[in-house]
């Protein structure tokens, strides 16, 4: 850019001190002109009609007292009675009437014409007066515009030089103190901050430049999170292999330990009833891994389409399923449940909602604890009195793999996966999830069906 304004402006002021070259030049030549005019009137007033046309030579004594000016002398017809020029060069008795300067003398008393002479073949400034009983006419050279001009060259060079040093500099100076402020801007804008500027030229610019930067930023904020987000997966999934092998390891190592017992045969009939029962709950805690697993990547990863589904029959059977397993820990379930509430989903993802919620009512209950479960046509309510779910965990417990003590991670079948279940198969439904607890009272979770 630098360079280009550097030519540029080169370029406009070398063309513009040709263009003033020519200019000045016809100027020049013009008042060269005049001036020809006035000295050539003043010679002619000098003049005398009884010296100088007695005989032909008087032409020549006249030139020679204007210093060599060219003296013709005519009649008042115009026919040449003598001219200073030689002899051999002019034609004496020749007809001059018809040239510009003597045909307005004829008339008016006086005339003038600048024209290549016809006699000496160069340019000359004729001035002719009517004296009265002759036409005198007194001719000087004079230069041609060109002329001039080539003349004035190597003055007009010398100017040239130092206009192009001149102009060299201020351009440099201009450059710089144009490109100052957009540099400064430039450099600017690659900060985070919002740039301003106080040229009204460059506002638009400035506003532009903010416009981008904001988006930008904006951008950077969203791969930001992005980048977070698969951070955060890839440590789940860390998370969730580490979980997934520690979780089989235990059962498997346990299982190999009492068939190993059992094989050596040295155990007692009352301990093989008790190691088979230990062998059969580790089975099942296997079992529940892999469905827990395979549900989840089933319900998350499906494409199938929903349809009308009967939710008071769905969490009807899940309580009498549960029923053995409440019993046990000695906690009562209330139901509070309206017949054929019917909602847009699908069979199995409902099952697992309501499963998940209500199995986890009455494993982190207490014992004696109660479960209540409200079922209407716009929502499913799980209330339990049992350890409650501290503050900062309640938006965690949704989170996959997410356990609050992580010393009973696997234990009564789940290591973090039954919510977060929950919250996805609620989000493809278009409900809300959402969860009430004081810690050490008992927690409340609601599934809103009215779409957000
Ligand atoms: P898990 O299979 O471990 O139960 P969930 O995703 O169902 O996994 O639950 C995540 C965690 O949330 C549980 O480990 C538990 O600490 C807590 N939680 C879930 N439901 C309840 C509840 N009703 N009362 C107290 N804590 C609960």
Same mark, same amino acid.
């Given at each position: 850019?630098?360079?280009?304004?550097?030519?540029?402006?080169?370029?406009?002021?070398?063309?513009?001190?040709?263009?003033?070259?020519?200019?000045?030049?016809?100027?020049?030549?013009?008042?060269?002109?005049?001036?020809?005019?006035?000295?050539?009137?003043?010679?002619?007033?000098?003049?005398?009609?009884?010296?100088?046309?007695?005989?032909?030579?008087?032409?020549?004594?006249?030139?020679?007292?204007?210093?060599?000016?060219?003296?013709?002398?005519?009649?008042?017809?115009?026919?040449?009675?003598?001219?200073?020029?030689?002899?051999?060069?002019?034609?004496?008795?020749?007809?001059?009437?018809?040239?510009?300067?003597?045909?307005?003398?004829?008339?008016?008393?006086?005339?003038?014409?600048?024209?290549?002479?016809?006699?000496?073949?160069?340019?000359?400034?004729?001035?002719?007066?009517?004296?009265?009983?002759?036409?005198?006419?007194?001719?000087?050279?004079?230069?041609?515009?060109?002329?001039?001009?080539?003349?004035?060259?190597?003055?007009?060079?010398?100017?040239?030089?130092?206009?192009?040093?001149?102009?060299?500099?201020?351009?440099?100076?201009?450059?710089?103190?144009?490109?100052?402020?957009?540099?400064?801007?430039?450099?600017?804008?690659?900060?985070?901050?919002?740039?301003?500027?106080?040229?009204?030229?460059?506002?638009?610019?400035?506003? *532009? &430049?903010?416009?981008? @930067?904001?988006?930008?930023?904006? #951008?950077?904020? /969203?791969? $930001?999170?992005?980048? !977070?987000?698969? %951070?955060?997966?890839?440590?789940?999934?860390?998370?969730?292999?580490?979980?997934?092998?520690?979780?089989?390891?235990?059962?498997?190592?346990?299982?190999?330990?009492?068939?190993? *017992? &059992?094989?050596?045969? @040295?155990?007692?009939?009352?301990? #093989?009833?008790? /190691?088979? $029962?230990?062998?059969? !709950?580790?089975? %099942?805690?296997?079992?529940?891994?892999?469905?827990?697993?395979?549900?989840?990547?089933?319900?998350?990863?499906?494409?199938?389409?929903?349809?009308?589904?009967?939710?008071?029959?769905?969490?009807?059977?899940?309580?009498?399923?549960?029923?053995?397993?409440?019993?046990?820990?000695?906690?009562?379930? !209330?139901?509070?449940?309206?017949?054929?509430?019917?909602?847009?989903?699908?069979?199995?993802?409902?099952?697992?909602?309501?499963?998940?919620?209500?199995?986890?009512?009455?494993?982190?209950?207490?014992?004696?604890?109660?479960?209540?479960?409200?079922?209407?046509?716009?929502?499913?309510?799980?209330?339990?009195?049992?350890?409650?779910?501290?503050?900062?965990?309640?938006?965690?417990?949704?989170?996959?793999?997410?356990?609050?003590?992580?010393?009973?991670?696997?234990?009564?079948?789940?290591?973090?996966?039954?919510?977060?279940?929950?919250?996805?198969?609620?989000?493809?439904?278009?409900?809300?999830?959402?969860?009430?607890?004081?810690?050490?009272?008992?927690?409340?979770?609601?599934?809103?069906?009215?779409?957000?």
């Amino acid at each position: 850019m630098r360079l280009r304004i550097l030519i540029g402006s080169l370029v406009i002021s070398i063309l513009g001190i040709i263009l003033f070259s020519f200019g000045a030049t016809q100027v020049y030549y013009e008042a060269s002109i005049e001036e020809a005019k006035n000295y050539l009137e003043v010679y002619c007033n000098q003049f005398d009609d009884d010296i100088y046309t007695k005989d032909t030579s008087g032409a020549e004594k006249f030139s020679e007292s204007l210093s060599g000016a060219r003296v013709t002398i005519m009649n008042l017809y115009g026919i040449v009675l003598g001219d200073s020029v030689e002899a051999d060069d002019v034609e004496v008795a020749a007809d001059h009437s018809d040239r510009p300067e003597v045909v307005d003398a004829m008339a008016n008393g006086y005339g003038f014409d600048v024209r290549k002479s016809d006699t000496l073949g160069k340019k000359m400034a004729y001035y002719c007066i009517n004296t009265g009983t002759c036409l005198l006419r007194v001719a000087v050279y004079t230069s041609s515009e060109w002329a001039m001009f080539v003349k004035a060259l190597p003055t007009i060079a010398t100017f040239m030089a130092i206009d192009i040093v001149v102009c060299v500099l201020l351009a440099l100076l201009g450059t710089y103190l144009i490109l100052r402020p957009i540099e400064k801007l430039a450099h600017e804008s690659g900060m985070e901050q919002e740039i301003s500027t106080s040229y009204t030229e460059l506002k638009p610019l400035v506003a *532009l &430049l903010n416009e981008r @930067n904001a988006n930008l930023s904006f #951008q950077m904020n /969203e791969l $930001k999170k992005e980048k !977070e987000i698969v %951070e955060r997966t890839q440590n789940s999934k860390d998370e969730l292999i580490s979980n997934i092998t520690h979780e089989m390891n235990t059962p498997l190592t346990a299982i190999k330990g009492y068939a190993e *017992l &059992l094989e050596n045969g @040295n155990l007692t009939p009352e301990q #093989q009833k008790t /190691e088979y $029962k230990t062998k059969y !709950e580790q089975n %099942e805690k296997q079992t529940n891994h892999n469905t827990n697993i395979i549900n989840y990547n089933e319900i998350t990863n499906d494409d199938l389409p929903p349809y009308d589904v009967d939710i008071s029959a769905i969490v009807k059977d899940i309580i009498s399923a549960v029923k053995p397993e409440a019993d046990k820990q000695n906690v009562t379930i !209330e139901e509070k449940i309206e017949d054929g509430v019917m909602v847009l989903a699908r069979h199995e993802r409902v099952s697992e909602l309501c499963g998940n919620l209500i199995r986890n009512a009455i494993r982190y209950n207490k014992p004696d604890g109660k479960v209540t479960v409200t079922l209407t046509k716009g929502y499913l309510r799980v209330e339990d009195t049992g350890i409650g779910i501290a503050d900062e965990n309640k938006d965690k417990i949704f989170s996959r793999f997410f356990t609050v003590d992580k010393s009973h991670s696997g234990q009564n079948g789940g290591f973090g996966l039954g919510l977060a279940v929950c919250k996805r198969i609620c989000k493809r439904a278009g409900w809300t999830i959402n969860v009430e607890s004081k810690l050490g009272e008992g927690s409340c979770f609601t599934v809103s069906f009215n779409k957000d």
